[in-house]
């Protein structure tokens, strides 16, 4: 096979080498075994002891040369542990006694001896469980046989092949030497695609099979616009698409990037255009593109892939660090995020079967209060001098919004007393992305200053449509009538209250979609940068009186089909341009 075919995730055009990731999480089988296997397991173990062994001394010599022993040093506990008696006679003993898989006992002894050490008050002892866990890594992967290739041993640049990339193993990567991505697993709107999008890196998710087919090595064409990837290509396909990326240089060059902040239609109807970020990479690009702001700042990126949760003044150095850049304009936070497809190293929570309906977001936060006022009084203390708004994800009813505040307000009775400054008129609003938020809009507008339309997770949630399977990524319509109803209700209800209503969710970057909006009277657009550009240009080229009449009329069609094809002609019939080129 030289071509596969996934979801189009990242447009733009990459050619190069493929680098096969394996995923950080490692799923151990547990097998049973028969009394003569016993010798045979327990010589497995002692196999890969003495082959992480020699790994990490010729690591730690390595490092030593290169850095000197104070860095080699810590290496000195990885081996204790790869030595340590009593570990090793708990792993023999369950394969005896409990007639186990060498594997299985040692990930069971090793998480044994974590939860001792994790239960401790000694910060020293908490400290090496994670020495524990490192160690355990690589001699699992060498007892599994998996490929323990790092990106830090490869030069040039790459495509990443993976099965399933994690939003924080997304995140972490070196994303300077990354040309591209391709997994097997995941939708256009999971956040691994939604990272590639804004990094403008290009990117096909959902192939099914690209770790089946692509070896490390392999040259690759990732064309993101189209969801294809060309396994070792002719030299003809080669040039055709070196060709390609020569002429959408040049097509890239014909939407200019936007001299002003501004925007607004040709009979002067405002909208603000904002941009949503996640990590420090992407700053620079808000005055790139011409962001009037930061409209959702997903705070959880600072959170994912560490070992320890970063503390109040960490939080408060990064939320500065951005309102400053942004200052006079608005920076939207969202409070974390987490579950759903993001989970934290710590606290290591056990999976759930339906993780995107379960302990997520402000559920997670309301439920662990220490974290959520960590958060908050960091976001607070940064608000001062700046223009910081509070944003809290997947509310589902009143109660949980007037919780949150209720906690707000408690941190800044205790700021207050402390002495530290922040803004105490600072705006709070809430992510409508639940359809039960969407139906009580207008209960819910009484309680906050703004709404921001988080269509990702409404879309999945009001057509049951996991985002980030690609089994039914073709079901996921943000043209389906119910969605576009609970869009417009939203908008409605926001009005009639007088709060100003934004979207953040992927669909507000989407050029028809977004002529639409501005029909049904948005107040404010938030989206990947790169799509700043030609929502701007559309925006300019259209009369608000043009698109109300479209969103007038959208609601006829049955199918969002129907509706995409309605949309595609009459915008096509305002703009008298080339629609292609906003696409
Ligand atoms: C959304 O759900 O539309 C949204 C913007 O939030 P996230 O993609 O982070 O879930
Ligand atoms: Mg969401």
């Not at 910060?123 to 998996?146: C, F």
């Not at 993101?224 to 390609?244: H, L, M």
């Not at 999945?460 to 980030?468: E, G, H, N, V």
């Not at 979609?513 to 790169?530: K, N």
Request: proline share 4%.
């Amino acid at each position: 096979m030289n071509k596969i075919i996934g979801i189009a995730a990242s447009e733009g055009i990459s050619i190069g080498k493929a680098f096969y990731v394996q995923s950080e999480h490692i799923d151990v089988p547990k097998k049973k075994i028969s009394f003569e296997d016993i010798s045979r397991e327990i010589y497995r173990l002692e196999e890969a002891l003495i082959e992480t062994r020699k790994e990490i001394g010729s690591l730690q010599r390595q490092i030593d040369e290169k850095l000197g022993y104070d860095h080699a040093k810590i290496f000195e506990a990885h081996m204790l542990v790869l030595e340590d008696r009593l570990l090793i006679e708990d792993i023999i003993n369950q394969i005896k006694n409990k007639r186990i898989n060498v594997e299985y006992a040692f990930s069971q002894s090793v998480k044994k001896y974590i939860d001792i050490l994790q239960k401790l008050d000694d910060a020293y002892l908490k400290e090496r469980a994670y020495d524990i866990e490192d160690v355990a890594k690589r001699v699992l992967r060498k007892m599994l046989n998996l490929d323990m290739q790092t990106l830090e041993h490869v030069k040039e640049k790459v495509i990443i092949v993976a099965h399933d990339l994690s939003p924080s193993e997304t995140a972490s990567l070196p994303k300077a030497n990354i040309l591209g991505f391709v997994t097997d697993v995941g939708g256009r709107t999971a956040h691994t695609a939604i990272i590639a999008r804004n990094l403008g890196i290009p990117a096909v998710v959902g192939t099914k099979s690209a770790t089946e087919h692509i070896q490390s090595g392999d040259t690759l064409i990732v064309d993101g616009a189209e969801g294809i990837v060309y396994i070792n290509p002719s030299q003809k396909t080669i040039k055709e698409y070196q060709a390609r990326i020569k002429a959408e240089g040049k097509q890239a060059l014909k939407i200019h990037i936007p001299k002003t902040l501004k925007s607004q239609t040709k009979d002067k109807k405002r909208l603000i255009v904002s941009v949503n970020i996640e990590l420090p990479e992407e700053l620079p690009m808000v005055d790139e593109y011409k962001a009037e702001g930061v409209g959702l700042y997903r705070t959880e990126y600072l959170f994912l892939g560490k070992k320890d949760l970063p503390n109040e003044e960490e939080q408060y150095k990064a939320y500065s660090q951005v309102a400053r850049k942004i200052k006079p304009h608005s920076v939207i936070i969202r409070t974390i995020d987490i579950g759903g497809d993001k989970f934290l190293s710590k606290p290591d929570l056990p999976r759930e079967m339906t993780p995107f309906l379960g302990w997520r977001a402000i559920r997670f936060c309301l439920a662990n209060p220490h974290i959520f006022k960590q958060q908050l009084r960091a976001i607070l203390r940064a608000s001062y001098g700046t223009n910081i708004k509070i944003m809290f994800p997947m509310i589902s009813g009143v109660e949980e919004v007037r919780e949150a505040k209720n906690i707000l307000e408690e941190c800044k009775k205790e700021l207050k007393k402390e002495g530290k400054k922040f803004d105490d008129k600072i705006s709070v609003g809430v992510m409508i992305e639940v359809p039960s938020a969407a139906l009580t809009a207008h209960i819910l507008a009484k309680e906050c200053d703004f709404f921001s339309i988080g269509t990702n997770d409404l879309i999945q949630y009001s057509l049951a449509i996991d985002r980030a399977d690609e089994k039914v990524a073709h079901l996921y319509a943000p043209a389906h009538p119910a969605v576009l109803q609970l869009i417009k209700g939203v908008i409605d209800a926001a009005h009639a209250n007088d709060i100003w209503v934004g979207m953040c969710g992927e669909m507000a970057g989407e050029a028809l979609f977004a002529v639409l909006l501005v029909g049904f009277g948005i107040d404010e657009l938030s989206m990947p940068p790169r799509s700043i550009p030609r929502i701007k240009e559309i925006i300019s080229k259209i009369r608000y009186s043009d698109a109300k009449k479209i969103a007038d009329e959208c609601f006829q069609y049955g199918t969002a089909k129907e509706m995409e094809a309605f949309l595609q002609e009459r915008v096509q019939n305002i703009l008298k341009d080339d629609l292609s080129k906003y696409l």
